[in-house]
């Protein structure tokens, strides 16, 4: 017998003999998946971009949130985060088309990350309101050490692209090739591994800005 069979064997022993009514489990998880609202967590009154935006900047998501009109205004939005940061004007760019067909004037994009980047501006394929969740999905023109390297990622999130609840991006995502990684990222970097004390940046970026277009 190996370990594993001797410690599983121990936990059935420990629980004594017991039968499972499948069927009971089986209605009992159809009651809850047929009334889906009544499980979910409610939303905040207002537009789900209201409510991404709500939940993104918690104490314990720890972001931070620019709303702009139109995606186009995104460079100014950049330079903006960049001027309050005390950030120079350079920043690497995602290589995705709406990205680089813009104006960055007066901003200094590279493709290459260097492992202690500064700035990555990127653009999310969705946003999930519920936990503040932003969705990538790897690709040539998604390269994941982009969400990993920087010190200050900035995102761009059409408002089109939120959706209510973690199930409505599986949804939406069963519609579309499957991706090598598929990230969700929820607000800055962050652990308490050490005394229980919040460190931000230890595994990725210390700093999220979410620039909401629309919405």
Known sequence: M???????????AALGARE???ERVRREADALLGDLDAIRPALPAGSLAD?????????????????????????????????????????????AAVLRAMDWAGIECHDRIAPDEPVVVGVARWGIAETGSLVFHSGADTPILANFLPLHHV????ARDIVAHLEDYAAAAAALPVPRN??????????????????????????????????
């Open 51 to 95: 409510a991404f935006a709500a939940r993104v900047t918690t104490p314990k998501v720890a972001a931070t949130v620019e709303r702009i009109g139109d995606a186009a205004e995104l460079p100014a939005a950049v330079k903006r985060y960049l001027d309050a940061k005390g950030l120079a004007p350079s920043v690497a760019l995602q290589p």
């Open 20 to 22: 499972v009514d499948a």
């Open 182 to 215: 598929a990230i969700l990222i929820t607000g800055a970097s962050g652990t308490t591994d050490i005394e229980g004390t919040l460190v931000l940046g230890a595994h990725g970026p210390r700093f999220l800005h979410v620039v909401i277009a629309g919405g």
């Open 2 to 12: 190996s370990s594993r069979d001797t410690v599983l064997a121990a936990v059935r």
């Open 155 to 158: 995102v761009l999130l059409h």
